[in-house]
């Protein structure tokens, strides 16, 4: 960095003018490749110096600027920080000019005038004397060779073992990319008709403790509880799903009870279970039929002590279940417990057992809830289950398909709520599979157009009256084969429910319209619930409303 200054320079009238009344500055840049910065500040002087100009310029390569500033002052002085790479190849000069706009050479300062600039450098002077060289030091004693190793094989086929799932994937990749969460829940909450739903017989009760969720049968034989994320896991090929689960089980079932956890549904699944019959087992469930593999005839490690990891499963005292999977259909299922080493304490992730498909695909639907249940089977015995964390995730970038569903429709809005739309999930998709509708629902946004103040809801549940219909619609041309929702555009009442989020829009009286639109919130639809628009007129009167609703679906 270099500071150039001009001085002080006076600048008193001459028969009453001024001889300088502008001041030109001329920067150039003589480096073709680098650029510099010129910070221009200017004073005038009448007892003190006053800062009237400040000005940073950037100077290219091979660029000439000119700056012209007053100088109608008695005295005054310029002062000129340069820097950058071109700082050296950087030339300023400055210039008076009098009325006329002639040069006034007295005020005439070039670049090498400047206070500061670097002066010639002298001829170097004579080298002086090679002085005498240092003794060289003893040199130490060399150390005793060590015995050379037995040369190392190479294996040409060497497979990566025991790194992760996000480095090696099942598709025998190096993969660096980190897994994407699709679902993340937490116990700690408590339960949430957001995110959870909970399904009971009998006196069986599903509840939490503030720290995880527990699922009791009592001593009635018909008791069932289940805890189920609202939300599915979906899967995208080419890549893994890891499916997670926390669970604790203190005593095992008894007589004909049944115990389960992993990811599934009535019709498809992966999970880990426990029975009086079957034992610990694992197990794929597809169009409704199970297939059982108890934990003695599991074929990576039976975690009985006798395995690779020398390692016990004991389900009392709380363990982390992971299933992971690759599935166009024919994917290898690896099912996963977390444990600790018996001797470091160190967690590990151990495969207990590995299942692949033979003539038909593993799962007919892989978009999958995350689950929890007891069944009481006749058996008149109380039995807890306790639950933590849940999760399922890809491993890898998640890219979804996905359409967006939308209605129309212009409604009355009064003092008191009135729906609007009102959507609804198939029973089963896509027709005739006679599957559960397993597709992702998520809202998207709404468009409302009004001309008075209104606010509106988005409700989830409540009872509403009208009935839901398939699409197309009088409005919205959507063939019933490409969407995976219902909708009700009848509907003119509403109770209940819980609202999901809430909003104001602003309206002009008479023929103006105002549009409103707002992006809603990352929520999932459950299974079996509805979501409704419904809006109110501020003031208590009435006005008509226009409004778009629309979800997503990620198939």
């Known amino acids: 960095m270099a500071i150039l200054s001009t001085g002080p320079i006076e600048n008193n009238p001459v028969s009453g003018v001024r001889p300088t009344q502008q001041l030109t500055i001329k920067m150039d840049n003589r480096d073709l490749i680098n650029s510099a910065d010129v910070l221009i500040q200017g004073y005038y002087l009448d007892g003190a110096r006053n800062l009237y100009v400040n000005e940073l310029i950037n100077v290219n390569p091979n660029e000439v600027i000119t700056k012209n500033y007053d100088g109608n002052f008695n005295a005054f002085e310029f002062v000129f920080t340069t820097s950058g790479l071109a700082e050296d190849q950087t030339g300023i000069s400055v210039w008076g000019k009098n009325v006329e706009g002639q040069l006034v050479i007295p005020h005439r300062i070039v670049s090498s005038e400047l206070l500061g600039a670097n002066e010639v450098t002298g001829p170097p002077g004579t080298t002086g004397a090679t002085g005498a060289i240092g003794a060289t030091g003893a040199t130490g004693a060399t150390g005793v060779t060590g015995a050379t190793g037995a040369p190392g094989t190479i294996e040409p086929n060497a497979t990566i073992v025991g790194v992760g799932p996000n480095v090696s994937s099942q598709f025998n990749e190096l993969r660096t990319s980190e897994k994407t969460p699709i679902i993340e829940l937490t116990s700690v909450y408590g339960l949430s008709n957001l995110r959870d739903i909970v399904l009971t017989l009998g006196d069986a009760t599903v509840g939490s403790n503030n720290t995880e969720f527990q699922l009791t049968t009592t001593i009635s034989g018909s008791d069932i509880a289940i805890l189920q994320s609202s939300e599915r896991g979906r899967y995208e090929s080419g890549l893994a799903g890891e499916i997670g689960i926390g669970v604790r089980l203190p005593a095992p079932p008894t007589g004909a009870q049944v115990v389960r956890w992993g990811a599934f549904d009535d019709q498809n699944g992966l999970f880990f279970g426990q029975s009086v019959v079957n034992g610990i087992f694992v197990a794929i469930r597809r169009a409704g039929v199970d297939t059982i593999i108890p934990q003695a005839s599991w074929n990576v490690d039976?975690?009985?002590?006798?395995?690779?990891?020398?390692?016990?499963?004991?389900?009392?005292?709380?363990?982390?279940?992971?299933?992971?999977?690759?599935?166009?259909?024919?994917?290898?299922?690896?099912?996963?417990?977390?444990?600790?080493?018996?001797?470091?304490?160190?967690?590990?992730?151990?495969?207990?057992?590995?299942?692949?498909?033979?003539?038909?695909?593993?799962?007919?639907?892989?978009?999958?809830?995350?689950?929890?249940?007891?069944?009481?089977?006749?058996?008149?015995?109380?039995?807890?289950?306790?639950v933590g964390g849940r999760q399922y995730s890809i491993l890898g970038k998640y890219n979804p398909v996905f359409r967006v569903t939308s209605e129309r429709r212009t409604v009355t809005a009064t003092g008191s709520l009135t729906p609007i739309l009102s959507f609804q999930r198939k029973t089963s998709f896509p027709p005739g599979s006679g599957r559960a509708n397993s597709v992702s629902v998520k809202l998207e946004s709404i468009d409302l157009i009004t001309t008075d103040d209104i606010y509106y809801q988005i409700i989830l549940g409540g009872t509403i009256n009208g009935g839901f219909v398939n699409f197309p619609t009088a409005t919205t041309n959507i063939p019933t084969s490409e969407t995976a929702l219902l909708i009700n555009n009848t509907l003119t009442t509403i109770a209940d429910g819980q609202v999901l989020l809430q909003g104001l829009v602003a309206?002009?009286?008479?023929?103006?319209?105002?549009?409103?639109?707002?992006?809603?919130?990352?929520?999932?639809?459950?299974?079996?619930e509805i979501v409704t628009l419904a809006v109110a007129n501020l003031s208590g009167g009435t006005n008509p409303v226009t409004a778009t609703f629309s979800l997503t679906e990620e198939w």
């Open 507 to 528: 309206g002009v009286a008479g023929s103006v319209r105002i549009s409103a639109s707002a992006s809603l919130l990352d929520f999932q639809l459950p299974d079996s």
């Open 302 to 386: 039976k975690l009985d002590g006798t395995g690779p990891s020398g390692a016990t499963l004991s389900l009392s005292t709380g363990n982390i279940f992971q299933i992971v999977f690759t599935w166009y259909g024919y994917g290898v299922i690896e099912f996963r417990v977390v444990i600790p080493h018996p001797s470091t304490l160190a967690q590990e992730v151990i495969i207990v057992h590995r299942f692949s498909p033979n003539g038909q695909t593993s799962l007919a639907d892989p978009n999958l809830p995350l689950r929890a249940e007891i069944f009481n089977n006749g058996t008149e015995s109380e039995l807890n289950l306790f």
